[in-house]
């Protein structure tokens, strides 16, 4: 379950569309999501779906098209460039797919988690402090003198979720962090992104592909269209303690639209129209018009 402070994050019909030259190419279509404080989102979805297009936007590398986006206390839909820019510098942590764009070639672990402290003018001693305590927490306090070239590349990506975190920003963002690892260095990526999250009280939304995310995270949102389509939740089984299982939810937005998976609309028989009967008990019946009881 999430130890969290409430509402973090709240998109309600967010539409981004790009255009290019006379074509105009819909990334989000009226997309709603809220996150909490403290959360571990997953977002999930195909290629072109729109999951690396909301990153951008809550991350303020992009801007909606129309629509709503509160992240705090900031609405980054009315945020001026200057705004946009600080808001990106001191409350967000991006950590990319490729290992290059996150770390320092030239500077060892140490100094590459040193680095945006020193930026913010952070003083030599707490530097060092908070790069011991970060690279402790992902177990790599024992390599702070070593370069990128001679980590592993899940280790690498360890030290960058640590370059990310360096300055304690409340919103953490991971772009296909493990695109480009095995099984076991992916786990250990997501390990550590859960380890932050917990202990830095951090929100972490993690864009992804990685069919084992479901162990790390609290919830997944699957996004189709441009959408939130559905929601996979981590509850208590109640049957052993400390067991958990995944309860997968299809989600109603605030115009009273879903969208069923292309699976159930087969089993259902669904084309173009459904019956929707409430029952007596509240729950609900969906049909094709052309079957009857």
């Avoid at 303020?60 to 839909?77: N, T």
């Avoid at 992104?193 to 949102?221: D, N």
């Avoid at 959408?227 to 509850?235: G, K, N, S, Y």
Wanted: proline share 4%; aromatic share 6%.
């Amino acid at each position: 379950m999430v130890n969290h402070g409430g509402l973090y994050i709240e998109c309600q019909d967010l539409f981004k569309i790009y255009k290019r030259e006379e074509l105009e190419v819909v990334g989000l279509r009226g997309l709603d999501l809220e996150v909490l404080r403290g959360e571990f989102l997953a977002i999930v979805g195909s290629s072109g779906s729109g999951k690396s297009t909301l990153l951008n936007i809550l991350a303020g590398l992009d801007k909606p098209s129309a629509g709503r986006v509160q992240v705090g206390e900031r609405d980054l839909l009315e945020m001026s460039e200057r705004e946009r820019s600080t808001y990106r510098r001191r409350e967000v942590g991006f950590l990319w797919q490729a290992t290059s764009r996150n770390l320092l070639s030239y500077l060892s672990v140490r100094d590459n988690v040193e680095l945006p402290m020193a930026i913010a003018g952070v003083p030599g001693v707490s530097r060092k402090e908070r790069a011991f305590h970060l690279l402790s927490m992902i177990g790599l306090a024992d390599k702070p003198d070593r370069y990128p070239d001679q980590l592993s590349g899940g280790e690498q990506q360890r030290v960058a979720i640590c370059v990310a975190m360096a300055n304690s920003p409340p919103l953490l963002l991971a772009d296909e962090p493990t695109g480009e690892l095995d099984t076991a260095s992916a786990d250990d990526v997501f390990q550590a992104l859960r380890a932050m999250c917990v202990s830095e009280k951090v929100t972490v939304i993690a864009v992804t592909h990685y069919p084992g995310v479901a162990r790390f995270v609290h919830r997944m949102a699957h996004i189709r269209d441009g959408r939130i389509a559905a929601e996979t939740v981590m509850e208590p089984s109640y049957r052993r303690a400390g067991e958990v299982v995944q309860r997968e939810y299809v989600v109603v937005d605030r115009a009273g639209r879903l969208q069923l998976p292309q699976e159930s609309m087969d089993k259902l028989g669904l084309d173009r129209r459904a019956r929707i009967e409430v029952q007596p008990d509240g729950g609900a019946l969906i049909q094709s018009p052309e079957k009857r009881e």
